[in-house]
């Protein structure tokens, strides 16, 4: 079976950072476009960032470019979301997502993780 588990959320003051980690099993990971999307309460789920195994092409969102940093861990399976200087306004639930081919659409996101909770506080 598929599985992508997120992970690293917490409670953060403003300019605080975190670490937020994707494990995933159950498929050949170096051929999956993973993704990190956030929903904060009210809003709908966006794409914050993604990352392509195939030639290590990223994408940002810019409301985080700069900020937050992806990477991938292929012999571990694992995508890290590395956040920095965080803003109240990246308080929600983030999410990690697999895609078989590169997209910065959510609806094209095929297998998603449980999400994790990111609050920062002002």
């Known amino acids: ?12 003051q403003a300019g605080g950072s975190l670490r ?23 809003k709908e789920r966006e794409e914050v960032s993604c990352i392509d195994p195939s030639d290590g092409s990223t994408y940002y969102a810019d ?29 929600a639930v983030y999410y990690c997502a697999a895609s078989s081919h590169w997209t910065i659409e959510r609806l094209q996101y095929g297998y998603w993780g449980q999400g994790t909770q990111v609050t920062v506080s002002s």
């Open 20 to 42: 937020l980690p994707c494990a995933a099993s159950g498929f050949r990971f170096d051929d999956y476009v993973i993704g990190w999307f956030r929903q904060a309460p009210g």
């Open 1 to 12: 079976d598929v599985q992508l588990q997120a992970s690293g959320g917490g409670l953060v």
């Open 63 to 91: 409301s985080v470019k700069g900020r937050f940093t992806i990477s991938r861990d292929n012999a571990k399976n694992t995508v890290y979301l590395q956040m920095n200087s965080l803003k109240p306004e990246d308080t």
